[in-house]
Each structure stands twice: as C-alpha cells, then as structure tokens.
C-alpha cells in the first residue's frame, strides 16, 4: 500500500512539471524566439520552423518564456522533468520545518509553576522549535494588562537559549509573545 502512495506523489509531482511548460504542439504563438540547446540564440522563427529544427536536432521545442514573441529552448524534455523532480526531491528533503509550540500562563501563577513552564519551554527552543507563551485574562484581570506584561517578562529571563521574536502584545483579552532559537554564527 505504501508504494501506491509513493506512485500518487511521484505522478503529482510530475505532473505539475509538465503543466509548467508546453511542449512542441501545445505552443500556440505563430513566432517565436528559439534557444539551441548550448543556449546561442537562433533568431525569431514560426513556431512551424522551429518544430522544423527541433526535429531536426532530435529534440524537443519547450517554451521557456513569456512576451510577444515567447521564449522557447531546444532541449530533452525528458531529462529536464527528470532533474527537475530530483532537483525538488532534495530540496524538499532538505527542507527543515519549524513547529511552534505553544505555552499558557496566567497572571497568578507560582514561582514554581513559572520555573517549570519555562523548564520545558527551553527544551523546546534547544529542539529548534518557535514557543508562543499565552496568558489569557478574565474579568478584572483586562484592567491591568501590565501585570500579564510583567509576567512575560519574567518567563522570558528563564528560559535560556532562546531570543524575542514578537514582543508582548495584547489582541483582546489575550497577551501573546513569541520566542526563537538564538542562532548559533
């Protein structure tokens, strides 16, 4: 079952390449500009005679660019869509995702329960992972907004390893404030 799935990707993947370009009688314009396959321009032609030299050549006519008169390149569309996906492959498996975590206070919280928040806030900053600290206020807590402020503060002297991204901010009767990984130069 897991290789159907590998197949899906892999079609998907492909397919979006293919929709990319056009090829030989998908190109509509009656001229234009033609790219050899060294990259020397061939001058302004008929898309007729470039399909010509194409053939010709034993290649395929891809349409490259966009204009009046469109760009088209003399190439192995096959290899191209070949490098092409393994060119994304790689990049896709290089790619590295930051999760966010997420961390809720309140305005009344304990020295300790304060420690251990940002205890585990730290993991997830040495982890590589973005925290967003939380404190929502209720009631008479929306009047003094500084207090949720100062106790941001504090969990942020804490945490260790870790810098200020967004500073704290109030969007209703919520304080937000968002902590990165320091990068390492």
Partial sequence: MDWVASAIQFCFV?????KDY?????????????IDAEGKSLGVMTR?????????????????GQGQTPT???????????DTIKKEKEAKKNQKVI????VQLSIGID???????AKN??????????????????????KR??????????????????VVEQAPSQEGNTLRMTLAPQKIK
């Fill in 14 to 18: 492909e397919e979006l390449i293919i």
């Fill in 22 to 34: 056009q090829i030989n009688e998908e190109i509509v314009e009656r001229e234009v500009m033609v």
């Fill in 48 to 64: 007729l005679q470039a399909l010509e030299v194409a053939q010709a050549a034993g290649l395929d006519l891809v349409k490259v």
């Fill in 72 to 82: 088209c390149k003399l190439m192995d569309y096959d290899k191209f869509r070949y």
């Fill in 99 to 102: 999760k966010i975590k997420e």
């Fill in 111 to 117: 020295t300790g329960d304060l420690a251990t928040k």
């Fill in 121 to 142: 806030a730290s993991k997830f900053v040495a982890d590589g992972d973005k925290v967003r600290v939380v404190i929502r206020m209720r009631g008479r807590q929306n």
């Fill in 145 to 162: 907004p500084e207090l949720g402020i100062k106790v941001l503060n504090d969990f942020v002297t804490l945490v260790t390893g870790c």
